[in-house]
């Protein structure tokens, strides 16, 4: 077996942290985003398609790892002494990948739960606005129908 093999497989858990890193960071600009009160659509929006491809370069890493793993398992077990300190690097590696994750976990639940409030808040506002449209239109209609009689002129005298 090549240790080329190992060398890639380590590469691609780097690579796993830095964007688990990244993600943490998006997840704080998230929040602060939700907590403006003037939030800015567009910006979630880029936010969120940011996050998406990070986490489609997760997946990528995920399947590359899974395939190469699968060709060396049985060579890494065999030779574990040749290999300790590469296996001792994956190891710590993927303990920090496994504490990135849980963070990310934590993060978006918070996250998830102040959009849920968010979109609450803005259901209330358009409720708002639609039922003064409604009370707006129901008084035009009613002095519509009130100035169709004319002005009536009493003779006061006797």
Known sequence: MDSSYIDIMIQS???????????I????QQK?????PNLSPDDFEKNMDRKAALIEGLV?????????????????????????SQIKRMQDLIREITEKSNTVQTQEARNKEQVQHKFA??????????????????????????????PRFLDNKK
């Open 121 to 150: 808040d803005i259901r209330k506002q358009v409720k708002g606005v639609r039922n003064s449209q409604k009370v707006v239109r129901q008084y035009y209609q009613n002095m519509v129908k009130q100035g169709g009689t004319e």
């Open 25 to 28: 960071e998006l997840n704080k």
């Open 32 to 36: 602060l985003y939700l907590q403006d």
């Open 60 to 84: 990528q890493l995920d399947n590359g790892f899974e395939e190469l793993f699968g060709r060396v398992r049985d060579a890494l077990h065999a030779n574990r002494d040749a290999y300790a």
């Open 13 to 23: 858990l780097e690579k796993k942290a830095a964007i688990l890193d990244q993600l």
